[in-house]
């Protein structure tokens, strides 16, 4: 994406903001990952290092020095038209400065012997301790260049200092520009669902379901899922990432899609749970429905200024009630809570934040406490109940039953958004749309 759909300028700027005086940042790029012997994976660029540029290219690194003249610095590959006739276009540092921005843009090949020059005489480096490419023993060695010319009046950098809690502050509040991607990314997804819901039927492999997914994505405008998708049909949807997508989908069975495109580098993330032959059995549709009211209660707590817990305590309350209204659990609610009883069927979190990355980045704690919810945070909500086929001591009609319902929720002002509220999650909603 171009500097003139997104102010990268502003991100800069507003991370510079944030870090202590005579400082310099310094984030690398994602690198390319072999598939095996001559074929590599899709190039997907780090979550952060896209952030501050919209640069998507490898073997490039980003230098920000608030107080030079060069404040935005990109080292990136040359410009080798041989090479591009095989692999592709580059931008080259040219293109670094024209459409990306740079105030200067060198070749990556000059990085070790330009970087000293660029660090000396900083007290502070702020880089992420996640980074890929190995940027720690790089930053070490830099370091020890100049430490080894100290005697001849060079200042060595005295702190590193992790730049993951401050640039995570940033992504976790959304702008207007970021949640008009994700909007897309879950429409799109909320489209697939939908499809999915239409073309399913007893006797298709569970891949055979995720094509048309990856189908409907592409149609929309994505180019890639945001994660592998989760096809499980009947006692496969008990299994929380399950990832083979081999088996038959059975006559009379559940099948569980956790299923979310990429839109321009924001993830979108949205489970729904059908039954293959169009129609809920009796079973399938009461647990359903236990899973979909602690769906509904869960989302009434998703409010600015209430605690992130909050949300998922109520989702436990719900299906604790739930289960014991079924004869799955037996006791008090809060007896039952207290000792964790509903984890046999329900043994995750109601959710988790959203954006670049599909768990994206950002603590769920402050100093200790919760976080309260803000205007801005994009997080799912996904309650589910799994019921294993071997579980000891359950009636029978209720095994290999596996349920989860997962939106994509934005916190506003007055409450909150769903963002992929076009997939339909009540019962009646679904064997309606899969009966058409």
Same mark, same amino acid.
Request: charged share 30%; aromatic share 8%.
């Given at each position: 994406?171009? &500097?003139?759909?997104? /102010?990268?300028?502003?991100?800069? $700027?507003?991370?510079?903001?944030? +870090?202590?005086? !005579? @400082?310099? #940042?310094?984030?690398?790029?994602?690198?390319?990952?072999?598939?095996?012997?001559?074929?590599?994976?899709?190039?997907?660029?780090?979550?952060?290092?896209?952030?501050?540029?919209?640069?998507?290219?490898?073997?490039?690194?980003?230098?920000?020095?608030?107080?030079?003249?060069?404040?935005?610095?990109?080292?990136?590959?040359?410009?080798?038209?041989?090479?591009?006739?095989?692999?592709?276009?580059?931008?080259?540092?040219?293109?670094?400065?024209?459409?990306?921005?740079?105030?200067?843009?060198?070749?990556?090949?000059?990085?070790?012997?330009?970087?000293?020059?660029?660090?000396?005489?900083?007290?502070?480096?702020?880089?992420?301790?996640?980074?890929?490419?190995?940027?720690?023993?790089?930053?070490?060695?830099?370091?020890? &260049?100049?430490?080894? /010319?100290?005697?001849?009046?060079? $200042?060595?950098?005295?702190?590193? +200092?992790?730049? !993951? @809690?401050? #640039?995570?502050?940033?992504?976790?509040?959304?702008?207007?520009?970021?949640?008009?991607?994700?909007?897309?990314?879950?429409?799109?997804?909320?489209?697939?669902?939908?499809?999915?819901?239409?073309?399913?039927?007893?006797?298709?492999?569970?891949?055979?379901?995720?094509?048309?997914?990856?189908?409907?994505?592409?149609?929309?405008?994505?180019?890639?899922?945001?994660?592998?998708?989760?096809?499980?049909?009947?006692?496969?949807?008990?299994?929380?990432?399950?990832?083979?997508?081999?088996?038959?989908?059975?006559?009379?069975?559940?099948?569980?899609?956790?299923?979310?495109?990429?839109?321009?580098?924001?993830?979108?993330?949205?489970?729904?749970?059908?039954?293959?032959?169009?129609?809920?059995?009796?079973?399938?549709?009461?647990?359903?429905?236990?899973?979909?009211?602690?769906?509904? $209660?869960?989302?009434?707590?998703?409010?600015?200024?209430?605690?992130? #817990?909050?949300?998922?305590?109520?989702?436990?309350?719900?299906?604790?009630?739930?289960?014991?209204?079924?004869?799955?659990?037996?006791?008090?609610?809060?007896?039952?809570?207290?000792?964790?009883?509903?984890?046999?069927?329900?043994?995750?979190?109601?959710?988790?934040?959203?954006?670049?990355?599909?768990?994206?980045?950002?603590?769920?704690?402050?100093?200790?406490?919760?976080?309260?919810?803000?205007?801005?945070?994009?997080?799912?909500?996904?309650?589910?109940?799994?019921?294993?086929?071997?579980?000891?001591?359950?009636?029978?009609?209720?095994?290999?039953?596996?349920?989860?319902?997962?939106?994509?929720?934005?916190?506003?002002?007055?409450?909150?958004?769903?963002?992929?509220?076009?997939?339909?999650?009540?019962?009646?909603?679904?064997?309606?749309?899969?009966?058409?």
């Amino acid at each position: 994406m171009s &500097e003139e759909k997104v /102010n990268y300028l502003k991100r800069r $700027e507003d991370l510079c903001k944030r +870090i202590e005086e !005579d @400082s310099v #940042i310094i984030v690398a790029s994602s690198s390319v990952k072999k598939r095996n012997s001559d074929s590599n994976y899709p190039f997907r660029q780090d979550s952060n290092f896209f952030y501050l540029s919209g640069y998507d290219e490898p073997e490039s690194l980003i230098v920000l020095r608030p107080e030079e003249k060069e404040k935005y610095i990109l080292f990136c590959r040359d410009r080798e038209p041989a090479l591009e006739q095989w692999e592709g276009f580059r931008s080259g540092q040219e293109g670094a400065i024209e459409k990306f921005k740079a105030d200067g843009a060198y070749s990556i090949t000059k990085l070790d012997e330009l970087m000293p020059s660029l660090i000396e005489g900083k007290k502070n480096i702020y880089y992420s301790m996640s980074s890929p490419n190995g940027l720690n023993n790089k930053i070490k060695k830099w370091v020890n &260049e100049i430490r080894r /010319n100290i005697r001849g009046g060079s $200042e060595c950098p005295l702190n590193l +200092i992790s730049l !993951d @809690s401050i #640039i995570d502050e940033m992504r976790l509040i959304k702008s207007t520009e970021e949640l008009d991607l994700m909007r897309r990314a879950c429409e799109i997804t909320s489209v697939a669902h939908k499809n999915a819901m239409q073309k399913v039927s007893p006797g298709m492999f569970e891949y055979q379901l995720e094509a048309e997914y990856l189908y409907s994505f592409m149609q929309g405008g994505s180019r890639s899922p945001a994660y592998n998708s989760i096809v499980g049909g009947g006692n496969n949807a008990c299994i929380l990432h399950y990832s083979e997508n081999s088996s038959i989908l059975q006559d009379g069975s559940l099948v569980l899609v956790d299923a979310g495109c990429e839109y321009e580098h924001y993830a979108s993330d949205v489970t729904r749970t059908f039954p293959v032959n169009g129609k809920f059995s009796v079973e399938q549709k009461e647990i359903y429905k236990i899973v979909l009211e602690a769906h509904t $209660e869960a989302l009434k707590e998703v409010k600015p200024g209430n605690p992130y #817990i909050n949300v998922h305590n109520r989702s436990i309350e719900v299906i604790t009630e739930g289960l014991i209204s079924l004869g799955l659990l037996e006791g008090k609610v809060v007896d039952l809570i207290n000792k964790g009883a509903f984890s046999k069927y329900y043994m995750h979190r109601v959710g988790h934040w959203l954006g670049m990355d599909v768990h994206d980045v950002g603590n769920y704690k402050v100093d200790g406490e919760w976080r309260r919810l803000e205007e801005g945070m994009v997080l799912t909500i996904e309650p589910g109940i799994y019921i294993l086929d071997n579980m000891e001591q359950v009636d029978k009609k209720w095994l290999g039953i596996g349920v989860r319902i997962e939106d994509d929720v934005l916190v506003t002002s007055e409450g909150n958004e769903i963002l992929t509220s076009m997939a339909p999650r009540e019962p009646e909603d679904i064997e309606s749309l899969m009966s058409s």
